[in-house]
């Protein structure tokens, strides 16, 4: 039980970095965006495997 609940964490801190990466975008921030998108794509893939 708690395995799933960590993922959905981790999917949903990725969701999260997804909507940084959006508003630091608009910003003209690219580097921050950059990191935030390479943050995202880890969480969200640490939330698939550990599934």
Do not use: E, Y
Request: hydrophobic residues 65%.
């Amino acid at each position: 039980m708690t395995d799933n609940v960590l993922a959905i964490v981790m999917v949903f801190l990725g969701l999260f970095l997804i909507g940084g990466v959006f508003s630091l975008g608009k910003q003209g921030l690219k580097i921050g965006a950059a990191v935030c998108a390479f943050g995202a794509a880890m969480a969200i893939t640490a939330g698939v495997l550990w599934w």
